[in-house]
């Protein structure tokens, strides 16, 4: 039906354009076949997305179980390589039992929205990723919502707490700067006050820890009670897919419980048939990581980075390193400046970092020569005088 009055949708041009003025529209990067770009923009942290073990692990999967799962989890869509890589992927990380979900986004809204509901309590902080945080709107729970890393305010929040259920909530590794969250501490506060703690190591797998088994490994937790990690395929492991990790009654819930698991299509075989190929390397060559972190330590000394910091002053490794260039326009100049060059950066802006914030998102990968991280940074630091920034 049409007439002459207003469109419903008429207002969406001026959001448009007030969006475009503030320097905050958005456009998919486009990489195509044969453009010679140095990729320090994706979370391919050990740089194997394209090693032919893992296109192999992905080609053999496609060949023997198609193209999709066809179905979701519990009617199809579970292919004994989903139930294979679930049980490997628990022993390497040092948990009894995982679950795989389509995406690291809907493992956290399943893992958090299974456990705790109306009635219930979330204590999170301001640095956790989006998908944590509309799990815990999508759950009802009461949430509280404390400043980053501060181990001590979840504590007071957990003893002032009316409610019998509680959820803390966490990023291992921050995605913006490449901190990391004083997860020993949060998981003493957590169990001190009858609280379970759910972390999320898709930046920590691949880059942190014994091996690459990352923070929880790192402090010595994997496997404690009370403890639920999410983690993913599609960062270090190259691949796509989201993994819950924790006790088989953890498991068994999440298979009842979690919408995200029952209701959406299972992950593509050749997906997990990949991530399988990428765990095996990871667990065969366990100094991936350590190649990695020295190209994060040679970027952030060329350009110079100032790496996050310990309690004990000592800097803070991951694949992450941010450059904050302040307002949005400039950022997304240095970044355009970077690519017309051949190195692609990220660029994060509001709502992804406060406003005020906007930077440069540099990922490091553990295959880049010493060369290539001097050219990148002869780039980078070009673009950012290019601006102003420097």
Not at 278 to 298: F, Q, S, W
């Amino acid at each position: 039906m049409t007439g002459d009055g207003p469109v419903a949708l008429d207002w969406l041009h001026e959001a448009a354009a007030a969006t475009l003025a503030a320097g905050l529209h958005r456009e998919p990067v486009v990489r195509r076949e044969g453009q010679e770009l140095l990729n320090l923009a994706s979370n391919d942290y050990l740089g194997l997305s394209t090693h032919p073990a893992v296109v192999a692990g992905a080609h053999l999967t496609l060949d023997r179980w198609g193209a999709g799962a066809t179905a979701s989890r519990l009617v199809a869509g579970t292919t004994a390589e989903h139930v294979d890589f679930e049980r490997e992927i628990a022993d390497f990380l040092g948990f009894p039992a995982a679950l795989m979900f389509s995406s690291g986004y809907l493992g956290n809204v399943g893992a958090i929205t299974a456990l705790v509901g109306r009635g219930d309590l979330i204590v999170s902080d301001t640095g956790t990723h989006a998908s944590l945080i509309d799990g815990c709107r999508l759950s009802r729970a009461r949430v509280v919502v404390v400043d980053r890393g501060d181990h001590e305010a979840v504590a007071a929040a957990l003893a002032e707490r009316t409610e019998d259920r509680a959820l803390v909530v966490s990023d291992s590794i921050y995605s913006v700067d490449g901190a990391a969250a004083p997860v020993a501490e949060l998981y003493a506060a957590a169990r001190a006050h009858g609280a379970a703690l759910l972390v999320d190591e898709a930046h920590g797998l691949g880059v942190r820890g014994p091996g690459g088994r990352g923070v929880i490994a790192e402090a010595g937790l994997s496997g404690a009670p009370d403890l639920v990690v999410t983690t993913v395929a599609s960062k270090s492991l190259g691949a796509q897919g989201g993994i819950v990790l924790g006790p088989q009654v953890l498991r068994g819930h999440l298979v009842d419980r979690a919408r995200p698991f029952i209701f959406d299509t299972g992950l593509a075989p050749a997906a997990v048939g990949g991530a399988r190929a990428a765990l095996g390397l990871l667990r065969t060559d366990p100094e991936m990581p350590n190649r990695l972190r020295r190209n994060v330590i040679h970027m952030a000394e060329r350009c110079d980075i100032e790496l996050p910091r310990r309690v004990d002053g000592t800097p803070e490794v991951s694949a992450v390193l941010s450059i904050v260039v302040g307002e949005p326009q400039p950022a997304v100049a240095a970044a355009a400046a970077c690519r017309e060059q051949g190195v692609l950066v990220g660029c994060f802006r509001p709502p992804s970092v406060p406003a005020g914030t906007s930077r440069l998102r540099l990922t490091m990968r553990a295959d880049l020569t010493a060369d290539d991280v001097d050219r990148a940074a002869d780039v980078v630091l070009a673009a950012l005088r290019r601006v102003g920034a420097r």
